[in-house]
Structure formats: structure tokens, C-alpha cells
């Protein structure tokens, strides 16, 4: 391995001095590294760009978004995330501050865990066309815009209707994506190792609306109906788009995956246990 971009996340304290350190790690170990600044905190509004191509992997320095924006561009030309955690949860930047010289070396020498993480694709169409199609690693939100107002969806699941739905929004996510939104609104946490698509609906002005759990061969097909409100689809948090009646969003897992550096299973359980705070015990 020869070349990496280094993302660091401008918003967290210490990434800045963290990124020189790596970059001088990586130029010890004959790996030749770039630096982005990423600014986590206005990606949805601005949009953030960023160019992966020529590189064999990427280190990135921040939080779970940070993780999320990376994944999202490296996830097509098939190279892995090193996720360093400087952020308050760490489903997916599982490598600690303090390990990451160790974890670096072992990734380096072939002896790191490399964990593969299902996306959605999201194809908009209008008046048949398509006018946006994107992919998300946690979720796809179609929700009101800039306010929670009730919206009226349709949703069916390969063709079979599952019925309209009066609601705040509709999120569809990843099992990677379960222990975010989804899980706030509601939804179940699934093991990320599985390919799984979750509808949670948010809100929904419905005591019958319950979150749902598809295979990864089915696609999910929601169209805008008329809704009082302005609606919007909106991909991992990051990526929006305005929607208009009678849209067409047709959802389901992309062909290829993210791939995550040191994200063991493990990882992942101890990450509900000291994040989440679950547990089986009597104080549950």
C-alpha cells in the first residue's frame, strides 16, 4: 500500500495534530498520504466533495459521520476505512485514540479484521426519469422539511403495498444504520453483519405502524402524495434533496459494500453495552 487520504474532521478538537501524526507514521512506513479537511458540522447545507480515487485506503479522524462520509466514497472503488474514534459514540470509528499506532501497524502488515457493511441506494424518479440517486450507509430519510409536520407517503415492499402512511417520515436504513435514527425512533438494533433493510415509519398517526425488517433482494418503492408541507430525502444526515408530489423513491441495498478496518463484532456489542447503556441485568 502506497497511498492514503487522511480525513480529518475539523470540528474535533485534536484531529488537526492527529492527522500530521498519521501522516508521519504513514511517510515511516513508505506510504505516501494526503490530508482533507473535513467540516462535519455544515455538510448538509453545503455539501462536501471530496476525491478517493488513486488511493488504497482511507484513515479518517472524527466521529461516526466522518466514518459515514468516507464510507459512502470509498464503498464504489472498493478500498477500506481506518476509523479512528474521536467522537462520542463509535459504532464504526471502533479504533480508539490510544491504539492507533498498533492498529495502523497490524492493518499495514495484513493482520487487521476488515468488516463489509451493506449500503442503500436511493433512485428519485419524476415523471419517470431519474433526477437523483445516492447511497447511504446508516439511512435514507424522507421526511418534512425543516420541520415535523405530518407527510403522506405510499409504501410498497416488490410491488406489494404496505399501505399509506401519515407520518413525520419514513426512515429506511442499513443494519449498520439501526443503532442511530432508526433506534431513536423506535426501530430494532440489528447485528450489522447482516445484509437487512429497515423501514421505521417516525411518528406515524397510526397506533397499527410498526418498524419493518426486509431481506436483501427486496426493494422498497415510496411515492409523495400531497402533503401540506415541503418533503425531502435526506442520506445519512449529510446528503438532502427536495422532493415533489408524485416523486418516486425506490430504495434498496447497493452492490457494493463499505469496508471497515478493526470494526469487530465485538466491538460492536461492547459499543451498546458502554454507549447505549444495555444491559440484561436488574438495573436495565
Given at each position: 500500500?502506497?497511498?492514503?487520504?487522511?480525513?480529518?474532521?475539523?470540528?474535533?478538537?485534536?484531529?488537526?495534530?492527529?492527522?500530521?501524526?498519521i501522516k508521519a507514521f504513514l511517510s515511516e512506513h513508505?506510504?505516501?498520504?494526503?490530508?482533507?479537511?473535513?467540516?462535519?458540522?455544515?455538510?448538509?447545507?453545503d455539501g462536501v466533495e471530496a476525491s478517493f480515487d488513486g488511493y488504497e485506503f482511507a484513515v479518517t479522524l472524527g466521529g461516526d459521520?466522518?466514518?459515514?462520509?468516507?464510507?459512502?466514497?470509498?464503498?464504489?472503488?472498493?478500498?477500506?476505512?481506518?476509523?479512528?474514534?474521536?467522537?462520542e459514540f463509535g459504532f464504526l470509528a471502533g479504533i480508539q485514540v490510544s491504539e492507533w499506532r498498533k492498529k495502523l501497524s497490524d492493518y499495514l502488515n495484513g493482520l487487521a479484521f476488515i468488516s463489509e457493511r451493506s449500503l442503500i441506494l436511493a433512485e428519485v424518479l419524476r415523471d419517470g426519469k431519474t433526477v437523483f440517486d445516492g447511497?447511504?450507509?446508516?439511512?435514507?430519510?424522507?421526511?418534512?422539511?425543516?420541520?415535523?409536520?405530518?407527510?403522506?407517503?405510499?409504501?410498497?415492499?416488490?410491488?406489494?403495498?404496505?399501505?399509506?402512511?401519515?407520518?413525520?417520515?419514513?426512515?429506511?436504513s442499513t443494519a449498520t444504520g439501526s443503532t442511530g435514527y432508526s433506534a431513536a425512533a423506535g426501530g430494532p438494533i440489528v447485528d450489522p453483519s447482516l445484509d437487512a433493510m429497515l423501514l421505521t415509519p417516525i411518528s406515524s398517526f397510526s397506533l397499527s405502524a410498526r418498524?419493518?425488517?426486509?431481506?436483501?433482494?427486496?426493494?422498497?418503492?415510496?411515492?409523495?402524495?400531497?402533503?401540506?408541507?415541503?418533503?425531502?430525502?435526506?442520506?445519512d444526515g449529510q446528503i438532502e434533496f427536495p422532493l415533489k408530489e408524485n416523486d418516486v423513491i425506490i430504495l434498496g441495498l447497493s452492490e457494493y459494500k463499505a469496508h471497515l478496518v478493526g470494526a469487530t463484532q465485538e466491538n460492536f456489542y461492547a459499543a451498546l453495552q458502554s454507549k447505549l447503556n444495555w444491559s440484561g441485568g436488574p438495573r436495565a
Open positions: 500500500m502506497k497511498h492514503c487520504l487522511i480525513v480529518v474532521n475539523s470540528f474535533k478538537k485534536n484531529a488537526v495534530l492527529l492527522g500530521d501524526e513508505n506510504v505516501h498520504s494526503d490530508i482533507f479537511s473535513y467540516n462535519g458540522s455544515t455538510a448538509l447545507h459521520g466522518t466514518v459515514l462520509f468516507a464510507g459512502r466514497n470509498c464503498a464504489p472503488i472498493g478500498i477500506p476505512v481506518f476509523a479512528v474514534n474521536l467522537g447511497r447511504g450507509m446508516n439511512d435514507m430519510l424522507i421526511s418534512s422539511h425543516g420541520s415535523s409536520k405530518l407527510i403522506n407517503l405510499e409504501v410498497a415492499y416488490n410491488h406489494a403495498l404496505l399501505g399509506p402512511f401519515k407520518t413525520n417520515g419514513i426512515l429506511v418498524p419493518l425488517v426486509f431481506g436483501n433482494e427486496g426493494e422498497l418503492a415510496i411515492t409523495v402524495m400531497h402533503s401540506r408541507v415541503p418533503v425531502s430525502l435526506t442520506a
